[in-house]
Each structure stands twice: as C-alpha cells, then as structure tokens.
C-alpha cells in the first residue's frame, strides 16, 4: 500500500435524515414509506423522503400528489424543523464521545480529522463502528449514518454517499481512481445540472473521462480554480476551504391554504423580514438592500428591491417591506410563496455613519431589548404588531448549510 497520501478524514452522512427522525420518534412509521412536506397539501413537494419510499421512485421534489400514486400507502407527516435541528445538535454530541467533530457541513452532515496515531485500519474501523454504536444506543435502528473515509475531506463525502444506508467505505490512494468510475456524473460532488452539461459539451460523458481530464482541461470547463481543485481532490490531495464572507441573509415561505389570501399573507411576510433582522443584528451586521420575493398562486412573480442607508432596525424594516407591499402587482391575487433577502450586507464596528442619518439610528436600545426578551422569554414574548397574524405560523427553514440556532431564532 502506498502511503504517500495518507488517510486522514472521516465524513458522517446521516442517511435521508428528515424522515429517518419522523420514523425515529413516531414508531408507527418505522418500516413503512414516509414524505415529508412543508405544507399538507397535495400541490406540495417532498423535502425527504424515507428508504422506503425511494424504493417506489419518491425522492425530494416530488409532488404529494405524483407520490401517492408511485408510492400507494405512503405516509406524509408536515416537517417539524425544529426537531430536526434539536436531533443535530444530540447526533453531533453522539459522534463527540468518539472523535472531535472538525466541522458540520450540513444538518446531516459532518467531518472529523483524523489524528495522526488513529490512521492505522484497525483504529479507523474501530472509530466507526464505535459511532454506529453510539447511534444505536442514543437512538431507535431507524437513525442510521453512512461513514466515508478517505485522504482528503471531499473523498471522505464520496465514500459516505457510496455505502448507503448505514455504511462504511474507505477510499486508499491506491484505490484511486478505479473506484470512482461505477458512479454517475450527477454523482460527483460539485457536479449540478448545469456542470454536468458542461461536461458533455466537453466531450466528458462518465467519471472515467472526468478522472482522465487534465487539471488545464477542468480549469478551462469550470471556468475558475474549481476545475484545479477538483483535479486535486479526485486525486486525494487536501485543498484549503475557500474563505467566503456573508453576502446575504433572508428567509422564504411556502404558505398554506389558509394563509394564501393577502392579508393573511403580509402578516407572514413581516414575520420572515423580523426573522432576517433578528439574525443581522446576532450577527453585528447592517443592510443595505432589501428585496421582497412574491410567488403568485397562479404561477405569476413579483419581486421589489429598495436600497437605504445601513440599517438593522426592526421599525425601519417593518414600515419599509409595508411600503413594498403595496406596489405589488396583482393586490388581490392568491399567494403561494413569500421571500425576504437583506444584502449589501456591512459589519456594524467597521461603518461609519453618515452625518445626515436617518433616526432609526438611534434606535439600537429598542431593537436590543426586543431581542433579548424574544431571546429569555420566547418569540411571542415580543412583537411588533404587524406580525401579529403570523404568529401560528411555523416559518422556519432549513437551508442545506444553515442550521438554525434555536436560541437566536427561536422558532
């Protein structure tokens, strides 16, 4: 074996994760077909699906509607965010008791580095199967992970999503890269839609080509050094994070049947535009652009961006997004879904004020109290009046690489 390259990441894949926390804590699930939705409707789509259910073709995206008659029996259950960002949390204190958790990645996703006296294959296997025992003994069979290890972090990905569910892959030097050329395309991390067309146009059409290409060849298809750090990666060669900074922050909706009228529907909109406030001021940061984001029900869009001096002021942002609203095209026109992104986004100890500004400024004191008594006493403990509506409603979302934090948020 040649150890030149040594294995040094350890990847954990929680396997189709939102539904395998439903089967977990609703038993009556476990063994059987599961979607899980953002809305109970029948337009909606699947955000997860369980094992069982991707048997019969369900996968996420899939309409409520076209997965009843693929899958006849299957059980849909409405996402319970919280929950799942509350299990994270325990699963990544279940993988602690065996080996430091270097970073998540996602809400079901994390890595570990692995020390250099834990390198041998005997101390590796062991520190996977003692994760998987831990698993089995925090929780019910039905919440599985699938281990990768590999010489570099990426590889350690391909290797989880390669043995699942509830496997365990090592990727060796020596193995590369024979034992990447069985998987597809659309397979390979970092390869989307449009990547994978790219690639064709190219001339690539399997992973064998792709691990043929020369590191020139992949710069010049991905246009930037993603191509060089791909070449490296699918060599097993490290390659440094890329340091990026917060651009944007915002938060999107789908609404129900029962709050798809106008006014039901602004009540909502004010509550995502606090939520993205509350999270610039955790975050000591300002806006300086917003834009609200409008799905019709009939399919139509509408969207407006204001521009402002800097600000993180919840009045402020609040008389803003109603001033918006009101522009909107079709006023009367059902609503499907609801978007808020504040951008141009500053931090708030490297900006100096204009002298003319405005009186919201001043205002700092106001925004401070509300959110620590939103923070100590719940959301509904605080609120301006223009959310009041919305109150009931869950809004909280999950991006792939944003886990909430409940203490923040609070939702």
């Given at each position: 074996?040649?150890?030149?390259?040594?294995?040094?990441?350890?990847?954990?894949?929680?396997?189709?994760?939102?539904?395998?926390?439903?089967?977990?804590?609703?038993?009556?699930?476990?063994?059987?077909?599961?979607?899980?939705?953002?809305?109970?409707?029948?337009?909606?789509?699947?955000?997860?699906?369980?094992?069982?259910?991707?048997?019969?073709?369900?996968?996420?995206?899939?309409?409520?509607?076209?997965?009843?008659v693929m899958c006849p029996g299957i059980v849909i259950v409405p996402a319970r965010p919280e929950?799942?960002?509350?299990?994270?949390?325990?699963?990544?204190?279940?993988?602690?008791?065996c080996i430091h958790v270097e970073g998540v990645l996602s809400i079901d996703e994390m890595w570990a580095w692995l020390p250099y006296n834990w390198r041998t294959e005997e101390k590796i296997s062991e520190i996977a199967e003692s994760i998987k025992r831990e698993m089995l003994a925090e929780f019910s069979?039905?919440?599985?992970?699938?281990?990768?290890?590999?010489?570099?972090?990426?590889?350690?990905?391909?290797?989880?999503?390669?043995?699942?569910?509830?496997?365990?892959?090592?990727?060796?030097?020596?193995?590369?890269?024979?034992?990447?050329?069985?998987?597809?395309?659309?397979?390979?991390?970092?390869?989307?839609?449009?990547?994978?067309?790219?690639?064709?146009?190219?001339?690539?059409?399997?992973?064998?080509?792709?691990?043929?290409?020369?590191?020139?060849?992949?710069?010049?298809?991905?246009?930037?050094?993603?191509?060089?750090?791909?070449?490296?990666q699918l060599r097993g060669h490290s390659v440094p994070d890329v340091v990026t900074e917060k651009r944007t922050i915002g938060h999107s909706h789908i609404l129900p049947p029962a709050k798809r009228r106008p006014d039901q529907a602004e009540a909502v909109l004010h509550k995502l535009t606090q939520k993205a406030g509350t999270r610039l001021r955790s975050y000591e940061m300002l806006a300086e652009a917003l834009v609200v984001d409008v799905r019709y029900l009939n399919g139509e869009r509408w969207a407006q961006e204001a521009r402002f001096d800097a600000s993180s002021d919840a009045l402020f942002f609040a008389k803003l997004v109603s001033q918006l609203w009101r522009q909107r095209s079709l006023p009367q026109q059902p609503i499907r879904k609801l978007g808020v992104t504040m951008f141009k986004l500053v931090e708030k100890t490297n900006f100096t004020p204009s002298l003319f500004s405005p009186v919201h400024r001043n205002r700092d004191a106001l925004n401070e109290a509300m959110d620590?008594?939103?923070?100590?006493?719940?959301?509904?403990?605080?609120?301006?009046?223009?959310?009041?509506?919305?109150?009931?409603?869950?809004?909280?979302?999950?991006?792939?690489?944003?886990i909430p934090d409940l203490d923040i948020e609070n939702y």
């Open positions: 074996m040649n150890d030149s390259i040594p294995l040094s990441a350890l990847f954990i894949d929680f396997d189709s994760y939102f539904a395998s926390v439903e089967q977990h804590y609703e038993p009556s699930l476990r063994g059987r077909a599961v979607g899980v939705v953002p809305v109970m409707a029948e337009s909606s789509c699947c955000i997860a699906a369980s094992y069982e259910a991707k048997a019969m073709g369900v996968k996420t995206g899939t309409r409520v509607a076209e997965a009843r929950l799942y960002v509350r299990t994270h949390h325990k699963t990544v204190e279940v993988v602690e008791r069979p039905a919440l599985t992970c699938s281990i990768g290890v590999a010489p570099n972090r990426w590889l350690a990905k391909m290797a989880s999503k390669m043995r699942k569910p509830n496997g365990f892959l090592t990727i060796r030097e020596d193995d590369l890269p024979d034992i990447l050329y069985s998987e597809d395309l659309s397979e390979i991390h970092g390869v989307g839609r449009s990547m994978k067309l790219r690639l064709h146009a190219a001339g690539i059409h399997s992973v064998r080509q792709l691990c043929a290409a020369t590191r020139q060849e992949l710069h010049r298809i991905w246009g930037s050094v993603e191509g060089d750090r791909l070449y490296l620590s008594l939103q923070l100590r006493f719940g959301k509904n403990a605080m609120h301006l009046g223009c959310d009041h509506a919305a109150l009931d409603n869950d809004n909280m979302r999950i991006a792939f690489t944003h």
